[in-house]
């Protein structure tokens, strides 16, 4: 607006002067003498301040700028001699030379913008901008040349090479200007786009006027080149503070894929033609103007009524129904030409994955409305959080992806901790409020990959490392958590035959009576030996068995092979202690699990009071779907026991609910049972199991201090490496032989 109202001024004063040669060769001289010197300054500045990826871009317009100088330095010589300012061989000379590095430097940027996908959109405006101009200046400049017999090589170079020159420079301006619609440099584009068409122009003008020999400076013609050289002076000086975006809703007109322009264009320039051919108006001619407003009005219902279908269309394959954020689709399609116009731009790119941590409690527990209502609301907090430089999608159900552009690693942890606190924030819907938080895991492109699919994994792998840490955290993806999803990988897919290749085994540690010391029992333990991972820890093992349903194959033939032994010992040696197999809440859940068991029991012919399942914390998070199999459970006569008591999500409300049997105290407090408030506890959940009727046992027992101290407190059961470690099954028998006795 400031370059339009300056050359609005400048045209005022060359009308006022209109009959003072000097003031308007003084202004038509100097003034762009100035402007041209301050692009030069801007770029020398920039040079100086900033690292450029496109030098050749700046390099090609500075050399232009010195030759465009030179021209008006030439000038300016002659004015301070006192002689009429008139273009000669050594001004023009230095002119010319400024339209091969402006061109060269409009072709870098192409070059650099390239874009398939825009050229073909805007293909038809392209093309009908480009036959008008060449139309307009083949009748006006190289026609009435040609006409023309002078055939010097001052008028050849005047009246062919500049105009061709210029034409070329508008080309290539129109055709920047569709490539940087999307580009985040728009506005800088935009100024030079302006610049660069304006100049050209004002050479269409200049040679013209040259043609009919009436150019003298200080014309409309200077005034356009005046206009020109601020637009690029605007450029170079808003590529020093990055504008952050393009607020000229005007625009929408032209860089619309839909927009009307084009057919205006076509009207205009036939009427103008129609006008200058035979400004006569009759039949034929009102019939051609009639005859291509109604092929326009046809053509934009077709193009209104393709614009509608494909609309509805997008909107069905890449939305999501319930948010209206774009779907899973609508990445897997984005996310391989997004990942390749980052690498070739030599930008950055973050993927973020987002899981709502306990959002299928909410689901189950209050209802698929309050479910909808949770991500409904996310997923407007997470709209408003975002940016320009910032894509959101929903997978579906409780997973939404984020691509962040050409954010420091700094900044994108910022942003992400502001996701966090977002999210945490409680959903109120018909009086209940909904709490909820998020496990975020995140990968780099190109750092951590160039291919979608790569990019995708690694930010899962994040995601399921916070969610394991915890939840409600996030992190970032690294090479020591790529070794992890391969080792992670791996396990998978092994554990799906590591029982047929007898590769499962299950240990067994005791347990014992304290005073008088007797073996009453057994722990069972889930050991994998791998043929080339070699001991797999249960730790690692379990969490994979549980997230990919193998816990069901494995837990079933853990019980199994505990009831085959558990016989055994009893027919063989007299043993009749219990034994613990640990469980697990996808255990529990299953349809079948109860008949499993009971079936079991019936294979083995044996009593279930020999047999205690031993509940994880796990469990405590889906009290209420389990309680009903574990009382169905009782009803085969089977002991239930509560690991690790006094941790995680056990409570007294737990022991209350639950049909329970024994409570285990954390070896935690036992290993530190020497500290006052670790022994406080100890026998705060001694009392607790005498009042309730519970056996209480005490796990992790590894030295004579603890047991006397635990014995000093009143705990009758414990197990740990003080008496035994786990150990494999050929050993069992021996040991029963040399520690029990019936009496």
């Not at 055939?151 to 490539?179: D, G, Q």
Request: hydrophobic residues 50%; proline residues 3%.
């Amino acid at each position: 607006a400031l370059n339009v109202f300056s050359a609005l001024i400048l045209q005022l004063v060359f009308f006022i002067y209109h009959d003072q040669l000097v003031v308007r060769q003084f202004i038509g001289t100097f003034i762009p003498l100035i402007l041209s010197l301050l692009v030069i300054a801007q770029i020398i500045q920039l040079v100086k301040t900033k690292h450029l990826d496109d030098w050749p871009f700046w390099g090609a317009l500075f050399i232009a700028m010195l030759f465009y100088v030179g021209s008006y330095l030439v000038w300016a010589i002659d004015f301070i001699k006192g002689e009429v300012v008139v273009s000669t061989r050594l001004s023009f000379g230095l002119w010319v030379m400024v339209y091969p590095f402006l061109f060269y430097a409009l072709i870098y940027k192409i070059v650099q913008l390239r874009n398939k996908n825009h050229v073909y959109q805007y293909l038809f405006h392209i093309i009908t901008l480009i036959i008008i101009i060449f139309a307009l200046v083949f009748h006006y400049v190289f026609e009435p040349f040609i006409i023309d017999g002078d055939m010097t090589i001052v008028r050849f170079f005047v009246l062919i090479l500049e105009p061709l020159l210029s034409v070329l420079l508008m080309i290539a301006a129109i055709v920047l200007y569709f490539l940087s619609i999307e580009s985040d440099e728009r506005w800088i584009h935009l100024f030079f786009v302006l610049g660069f068409l304006t100049q050209a122009l004002a050479e269409m003008f200049y040679v013209f006027q040259m043609i009919e020999d009436s150019y003298v400076v200080g014309q409309f013609t200077d005034v356009l080149w005046i206009f020109a050289i601020l637009n690029i002076l605007a450029a170079t000086y808003l590529s020093r503070k990055r504008p952050a975006e393009v607020s000229w809703r005007l625009l929408r007109l032209v860089d619309h894929e839909d927009s009307i322009l084009p057919y205006i264009w076509i009207v205009a320039f036939t009427v103008f033609v129609r006008i200058v051919i035979s400004p006569t108006v009759n039949a034929l001619s009102v019939a051609v103007v009639v005859l291509i407003i109604i092929l326009i009005v046809y053509q934009l219902l077709v193009v209104r009524r393709n614009t509608e279908l494909l609309n509805s269309y997008e909107k069905v394959m890449y939305l999501t129904p319930l948010t209206g954020l774009r779907n899973r689709t609508s990445l897997m399609h984005d996310f391989p030409h997004i990942l390749k116009r980052i690498v070739r731009l030599r930008q950055t790119l973050a993927l973020v994955v987002i899981n709502l941590d306990r959002f299928k409690n909410i689901n189950d527990g209050l209802g698929r409305e309050y479910g909808d209502v949770l991500l409904k609301e996310i997923a407007k907090r997470l709209a408003l959080t975002i940016d320009r430089h910032t894509v959101l999608y929903h997978l579906g159900a409780d997973e939404f992806v984020l691509l962040v552009y050409n954010k420091s690693k700094k900044d994108l942890i910022i942003f992400i901790e502001q996701l966090t606190e977002t999210i945490s924030e409680p959903v109120k819907h018909n009086n209940k409020q909904m709490n909820v938080t998020a496990s975020i895991g995140v990968s780099l492109a190109p750092k951590d990959a160039r291919e979608a699919e790569s990019l995708f994994q690694m930010a899962e792998h994040a995601m399921h490392q916070a969610k394991s840490y915890g939840k409600n955290q996030y992190f970032f993806f690294d090479r020591g958590l790529k070794q992890q999803l391969d080792r992670r990988l791996l396990i998978e897919n092994e554990l799906k035959f590591a029982a047929n290749r007898g590769e499962i085994s299950v240990y067994y540690q005791p347990k014992y009576m304290l005073q008088p010391e007797a073996l009453v029992g057994f722990e069972a333990l889930f050991r994998w030996h791998h043929e080339t991972l070699g001991f797999i820890s249960p730790a690692e093992a379990i969490p994979i068995a549980e997230e990919t349903g193998h816990i069901n194959l494995l837990g079933y033939y853990i019980l199994d092979e505990v009831m085959r032994e558990v016989v055994r010992w009893q027919r063989d040696y007299q043993f009749f202690g219990v034994v613990s197999v640990n469980v697990s809440a996808v255990q529990l859940r299953q349809m079948d699990f109860y008949q499993q068991v009971k079936f079991l029991l019936e294979k083995h012919n044996l009593d279930g009071k020999y047999i205690e399942l031993e509940l994880t914390e796990s469990v405590m998070m889906t009290l209420s779907d389990v309680l009903p199999k574990l009382e169905q459970l009782k009803t085969l006569g089977l002991k239930i026991s509560l690991d690790d008591f006094g941790t995680g999500y056990s409570s007294l409300f737990i022991l209350k609910e639950l049909p329970i049997d024994t409570i285990k105290i954390d070896q935690s407090f036992v290993r530190t049972i020497d500290d006052a408030r670790s022994a406080n506890i100890v026998k705060t959940i001694l009392d607790i199991g005498s009042n309730l009727g519970l056996q209480v046992i005490a796990e992790g027992i590894e030295d004579t201090d603890s047991l006397n101290t635990l014995t000093e407190l009143g705990c009758l059961f414990g197990q740990g490496y003080y008496y035994a470690r786990p150990m494999p099954l050929e050993e069992v028998a021996h040991y029963i032989k040399a520690h029990y006795t019936t009496e």
